[in-house]
Antibody
Framework: QLQLQESGPGLVKPSETLSLTCTVSGGSLSSSSYYWGWIRQPPGKGLEWIGT???????YYNPSLKSRVTISLDASKKQFSLKLSSVTAADTAVYYC?????????????WGRGTLVTVSS | EIVLTQSPGTLSLSPGERATLSCRASQSVSSNYLAWYQQKPGQAPWLLIY???SRATGIPDRFSGSGSGTDFTLTISRLEPEDFAVYYC?????????FGGGTKVEIK
């Protein structure tokens, strides 16, 4: 059974780069048509799509974050990663990684548990 | 960007009652590419409905989705104790993918 698990620092200083990794177990990142995404949720608020990647390396980003976001994938390690630069307190959120069935179906049918990242000095 | 507005913000109901949740889009959602998720405190969202009306794997048939264009509805026919949660809609008909602000279904 496929599972996703986020990992990374829980505390990041303002102006620094947030880096998270999602590890996939029970399956492969490259042997299917699935895409892989990042979504975040500030405490007590709603959900925001950050971006999505396919194993070929194709990426799709939310224009509101595009200038600061990089999503990459390492199929051999069964991992995909998120980097968000120049963070501020507004980037404090629970960050989720998730699977999407691929075009044209860009919803999320499997999610990790999420990891809270706090931006504070 | 398509803005999704969910209403009401909070729905107070008793177990066994019917819940009707609304999701209205600022422009037509292409091909009715709209999904619904349930989220419980401290947990990740869980996919309930995709394509506006198709139930995801393992979702009980008391959950149903309907609608098209700009107006979509999630109906829970008879609320079970485990259904009290926050529900989000998401459109995937155009980029960027966007979510509604959520409707909390609470026990009356």
């Amino acid at each position: 059974q496929l599972q996703l698990q986020e990992s990374g620092p829980g505390l990041v200083k303002p102006s620094e780069t947030l880096s998270l990794t999602c590890t996939v177990s029970g399956g492969s990142l490259s042997s299917s048509s699935y895409y892989w995404g990042w979504i975040r949720q500030p405490p007590g608020k709603g959900l925001e799509w950050i971006g999505t990647i396919y194993y070929s390396g194709s990426t799709y980003y939310n224009p509101s974050l595009k200038s600061r976001v990089t999503i990459s994938l390492d199929a051999s390690k069964k991992q995909f990663s998120l980097k968000l630069s120049s963070v501020t307190a507004a980037d404090t959120a629970v960050y989720y990684c998730a699977r999407d069935p691929g075009p044209p179906y860009y919803y999320f049918d499997l999610w990790g548990r999420g990891t809270l990242v706090t931006v504070s000095s | 960007e398509i803005v999704l507005t969910q209403s009401p913000g909070t729905l107070s109901l008793s177990p066994g009652e019917r819940a009707t949740l609304s999701c209205r889009a600022s422009q037509s959602v292409s091909s009715n590419y709209l999904a619904w998720y349930q989220q419980k405190p401290g947990q990740a969202p869980w996919l309930l409905i995709y394509g506006a009306s198709s139930r995801a794997t393992g979702i009980p048939d008391r959950f149903s989705g309907s609608g098209s264009g700009t107006d979509f509805t999630l109906t829970i026919s008879r609320l079970e104790p485990e259904d009290f949660a926050v529900y989000y809609c998401q459109q995937y008909g155009s980029s960027p993918l966007t979510f509604g602000g959520g409707t909390k279904v609470e026990i009356k």
